[in-house]
């Protein structure tokens, strides 16, 4: 008698615990960021959780400046996360390595609408026509100034259709010279890719060809476009040299009263709020011959290949990209939604925009959107980080004014090519 | 020479000394004050030595917004899980290297001064997959036993066990002792500042470690100090004086491991060195 | 008495495991992976590893790299002169410190301050210091080559080329690909020397007094006494120091990073930089060409290592 209990009793207590097991699948999202970021994104899961109770999304946070030295980490022993958050500029190769999972066979299941999103930073995430990641946050360029100090040399606020003329009369003008020294100048002076992009785009110019099969940065508007840039430092002496900026940071010039106008992207809005003790604002970046082209670089999650829960990792990128994610993520000041406004969703997406809408300064952020219309992504492919290794080494010297612009691109331009050949050839693999 | 003349020598030389010792010292004190400084301060030139006023909401924020006390904690416990692994396991080879003699000992050794040359860099993305399959990533155990073999640690043991006087080993042996027992009841407490020499170089190893760290632990909870201050470097910008207030305060254990070692590191390594 | 003549299981036994565990592996399969192109994505096994086999191709692309060379050397010339400047001033501190006099103990913990000390604050203060225009160093630089320019002057000739240079520009340090290496040697001995002292110091201390008695009797001043006493006996001490300090020479990276990101052009490229690059620095990595430039710098060291322990028969004294 008592034996047929017991082994009843075990049995529904086995198949209790079987069925009392939660049901519930993983799903891991990495992203980085800082702390104001990590509660964002905990808050965000908590809330998909409690709305879908069969999956647990959980974040995985990874400093920014290793992100990628633990993300292959992760990769290489079959641990990847279920969703990553990835750039545009890595993007590529990522994608080309088929790590990423195309997006399409999810859309079309759900008849979702990537129609919220602009489709800059959308095309951005293509590769080989397919789509791999919903984007979070865009970034581009725009040119502070400092009013006051453009007050103090009677110049009115910068007209936005201005062109790189004027742009040049503007730094002259802010350029102060003191018993033979300068002491202030026009504009700061980055040497980072992003923040010469504009300057080779705006002129008609390109990194590569679009196929990435020629190397354009050594062409004749490329070159142009560039070298008025260089020009800005050694010729008019309206940037600061090296030897002037006696190593502060470009920003710290513009902050501290010694430049008036620096190209920079939305990020600093915090800083200059709290700390910038003069006026300042935005405008667009100035025309060139081509226009005013800015980048339209980005970020946003893309599923892992190797994710064992592919639809749960769908729901919960859904959720965090979509307008209310990218409400929470906006409201905290630091980036510029990839949601831009959309008719057939007006009360989400308008709220979005409103929260974007931070109190003045700047007075013009709309700046900081109206610019995506003619702006394009970052000219990335598969090696182009290696690429840029080579250009950016090769654009030392231009920097410190031993040498220009063309001289320099040439000499880099066989092994630049040499990379882009290579890429060519593998993609025919592939095919 | 003359007293005089020596004394001057003398003052001389340590003046100089002093002024060397003093440059070690700007570095750190700049650390320390741009932890004073006003929030969003750029850790840039030129130098200020000195903040106008002192900030301690860094101070705040690094113990609050952040689980500071945890990272610590688990600097506190890789560190001295190392420094116990070295001593322990570190020391026991260095004896047997330097009291035993079998056939291949010379190649054991030189194969494992091997592992002191290989570059870390290399070696990572091998032994994460190794403590993946184990199931160890984020755990103790993948941060703290990889340190089990340190062929630093078998190298100095084994300096300054061979360079020990036989006498007392000899003497226990006759009476019947086991080189167990020898090892636990002579040798060891014998060698007591070497031990503490090895023990103040792997703790700071430990507690200043990086990159298998980040790459070893998912979980923010599992951090040590290193790898989660750095979430104060994001893509945007770096908040300096929130991150220098956090490495102000993880370099007073070092500094006190120092300062306490201080007195048998004179005496200890020197034993070692005598009879290389 | 003679060592033990067994093998001696219990001792050896942890390290034993771990090195079986933790170490073999990993140094195992980084060889492996130096005769690959393995694809960091591509989940670590034995497919991903003759999936993407190439042999020696991998060296031979270090054969024809002209910024490995590049590396190769610059490790060289770094090793050369950063490890003898490191054990020549580290020796001259630890002699100078190795009296009793009050406030010794705080004098020699500064000397340890720069392995607590951020490496960032490290760095950028180390830029600044060398900075060309504002910098301390040149600063005085400056002022030194327009006093010697100013005595040449006073006698109505003209200073040579090279004081004239030293008076008006100086070395350009950073930016300059012939003084960006001096550059870094400068800061990593700097930071170098606290170790290295106090190695020396426990060396120092050793020595006992007795050998000093005995030859002040025989009427040795004191730089007879440091010649013919204190270097013989601290020769074991040196050579340990070297060795230390040639392994670590060959770990700098941090200094590197943080000054001048290898360059400009490569000149503060070293091999264990530039296998950071390959490793982290680029996106995919070339974890196969990372990990053959780890063979090469293995192989580099340990020659240098032997070279080292051979000289040591010659200049080492050992008490017999």
């Known amino acids: 008698m008592k034996r047929w209990m017991l082994a009843v009793g075990m049995l529904a207590l086995v198949l209790g615990a079987g069925l009392g097991m939660a049901r519930t699948t993983k799903v891991v999202v990495a992203g980085w960021g800082g702390e104001s970021e990590i509660a964002m994104y905990q808050e965000l899961l908590k809330k998909f959780n409690a709305a879908h109770p069969q999956i647990k999304a959980e974040f995985m946070h990874i400093p920014a400046k290793d992100y990628w030295t633990k993300i292959t980490a992760m990769f290489a022993a079959g641990k990847a996360p279920d969703l990553f958050f990835t750039n545009n500029i890595n993007f590529p190769a990522l994608a080309a390595k088929g790590v990423a999972r195309p997006l399409e066979p999810f859309i079309k299941k759900d008849d979702y609408d990537t129609g919220i999103f602009y489709q800059g930073i959308l095309d951005a995430f293509r590769f080989e026509g397919k789509l791999y990641a919903l984007p979070r946050d865009i970034s581009n360029m725009v040119l502070y100034y400092n009013r006051d100090l453009l007050r103090e040399a009677g110049l009115p606020d910068p007209d936005p259709d201005w062109t790189w003329d004027d742009f040049l009369r503007y730094a002259k003008a802010l350029t102060k010279e003191e018993g033979g020294k300068r002491t202030q100048w026009g504009v700061s002076f980055y040497t980072y890719f992003l923040f010469w992009e504009p300057w080779v785009w705006s002129n008609g110019g390109r990194w590569y060809s679009p196929d990435h099969s020629k190397f354009l940065l050594n062409s004749p508007a490329s070159v142009e476009g560039l070298q008025f840039y260089v020009d800005l430092r050694w010729k008019h002496h309206v940037a600061p040299t090296p030897a002037e900026a006696a190593d502060r940071s470009a920003y710290s010039l513009f902050l501290g009263g010694k430049t008036g106008m620096i190209v920079d992207g939305r990020w600093r809005v915090p800083s200059l709020k709290k700390k910038a003790k003069f006026d300042w604002d935005i405008v667009p970046f100035p025309r060139g011959k081509a226009g005013s082209i800015v980048d339209i670089d980005g970020s946003g999650w893309a599923i892992s290949r190797q994710s064992r829960n592919p639809d749960a990792a769908?729901?919960?990128?859904?959720?965090?990209?979509?307008?209310?994610?990218?409400?929470?993520?906006?409201?905290?000041?630091?980036?510029?939604?990839?949601?831009?406004?959309?008719p057939m969703n007006p009360d989400a997406t308008s709220a979005i925009l409103k929260a974007f809408f931070q109190p003045p300064p700047p007075r013009h952020q709309q700046y900081f959107l109206t610019v995506n219309k003619t702006a394009i992504p970052t000219e990335t492919f598969e090696r182009w980080s290696e690429a840029l290794n080579l250009i950016s080494k090769a654009l030392g010297p231009v920097w410190e004014g031993k040498e220009d612009v063309q001289t320099a691109l040439d000499k880099v331009a066989p092994a630049v090519q040499k990379i882009l050949d290579e890429v060519q050839a593998e993609r025919a693999k592939r095919k | 020479m003359s007293k005089q003349r020596q004394r001057i020598a003398d003052a001389v030389i340590f003046v100089v000394l002093l002024l060397g010792g003093l440059t070690m010292l700007v570095p750190f004190l700049w650390m320390i004050t741009t932890s004073f400084k006003e929030p969003g301060s750029l850790f840039d030139l030129p130098i200020q030595l000195w903040p106008e006023k002192l900030h301690w909401e860094n101070y705040r924020r690094v113990l609050t917004a952040v689980p500071f006390a945890r990272w610590y904690f688990n600097s506190l416990v890789l560190a001295l899980g190392l420094t116990f692994l070295n001593l322990t396991s570190g020391a026991l080879a260095g004896y047997a290297f330097a009291r035993f003699s079998w056939k291949g000992k010379d190649a054991m050794f030189l194969l494992s001064l091997i592992t002191l040359m290989i570059p870390a860099h290399v070696l990572i993305i091998p032994l994460f997959v190794i403590m993946s399959r184990l199931g160890w990533i984020d755990t103790y155990y993948a941060l703290i036993l990889p340190g089990l073999f340190d062929a630093f640690a078998i190298f100095l043991m084994r300096q300054n066990f061979i360079s020990l006087p036989r006498e007392l080993e000899e003497a226990a042996l006759i009476d019947g002792a086991t080189p167990w027992q020898i090892y636990w009841r002579i040798a060891l407490p014998l060698a007591a500042p070497a031990l503490a020499t090895l023990g103040t170089f792997t703790f700071l190893g430990g507690w200043n470690a990086f990159l298998w760290p980040l790459i070893a632990t998912n979980s923010i909870e599992m951090r040590p100090l290193t790898v989660g201050l750095a979430v104060f470097n994001t893509q945007f910008t770096t908040e300096w004086t929130v991150l220098m207030a956090g490495l102000s305060l993880a370099t007073i254990p070092p500094i006190i491991v120092f300062l306490a070692a201080q007195k048998y590191f004179i005496r200890g390594l020197t034993l070692g060195s005598l009879k290389g | 008495m003679s060592s033990y003549r067994r093998f001696p299981w219990l001792f050896i036994l942890p390290s034993l495991v771990g090195f079986f565990a933790f170490n073999a592996g990993p140094i195992l399969i980084s060889l492996v992976l130096s005769f690959t192109k393995w694809d960091v994505f591509d989940p670590l096994n034995l497919g991903a590893v003759t999936g993407s086999w190439v042999g020696l191709e991998n060296y031979r692309e270090m054969a024809r790299d002209p910024v490995l060379h590049k590396a190769f050397w610059n490790t060289l010339y770094y090793v050369l002169v950063a490890v003898p400047l490191e054990i020549f001033i580290s020796l001259l501190v630890a002699l100078g410190l190795n009296r009793d006099f009050p406030g010794v103990k705080i004098v020699r913990t500064l000397y340890l301050l720069p392995t607590v000390t951020s490496v960032v604050a490290v760095g950028l203060l180390w830029r600044w210091v060398l900075n060309p225009y504002v910098g301390p160093v040149n600063l005085f630089l400056r002022w030194s080559g327009q006093q010697i320019e100013a005595f040449f002057g006073f006698f109505g000739l003209s200073a040579?080329?090279?004081?004239?240079?030293?008076?008006?520009?100086?070395?350009?340090?950073?930016?300059?690909?012939?003084?960006?290496?001096?550059?870094?040697?400068?800061?990593?001995?700097?930071?170098g020397i606290g170790f290295r002292m106090l190695i020396f110091l426990a060396g120092l201390q050793n020595i006992d007094k007795t050998y000093y008695e005995a030859a002040a009797l025989d009427g040795a001043g004191p730089w007879q006494q440091f010649w013919n006493v204190t270097l013989p006996l601290l020769s074991p001490t040196v050579f340990l120091n070297t060795l230390l300090a040639l392994i670590g020479g060959f770990q700098v990276f941090g200094l590197i990073y943080v000054m001048t990101g290898g360059g400009p052009l490569d000149a503060t490229n070293v091999l264990l930089f530039y296998l950071y690059q390959k490793a982290f620095g680029i996106f995919p990595p070339d974890m196969g060409y990372a990990s053959a430039i780890a063979w090469l710098l293995f192989a580099f060291l340990f020659a240098l290592t032997v070279a080292q322990w051979q000289l040591r028969k010659r200049w080492v004294w050992e008490e017999a």
């Open chain 3, 160 to 191: 040579p080329g090279v004081v004239h240079w030293l008076a008006s520009e100086g070395p350009g340090w950073l930016s300059d690909e012939r003084w960006a290496m001096p550059g870094i040697i400068l800061a990593a001995v700097w930071a």
């Open chain 1, 314 to 342: 769908w729901e919960v990128l859904k959720f965090l990209a979509g307008p209310e994610g990218s409400l929470t993520f906006t409201r905290g000041g630091l980036i510029i939604p990839a949601i831009g406004f959309d």
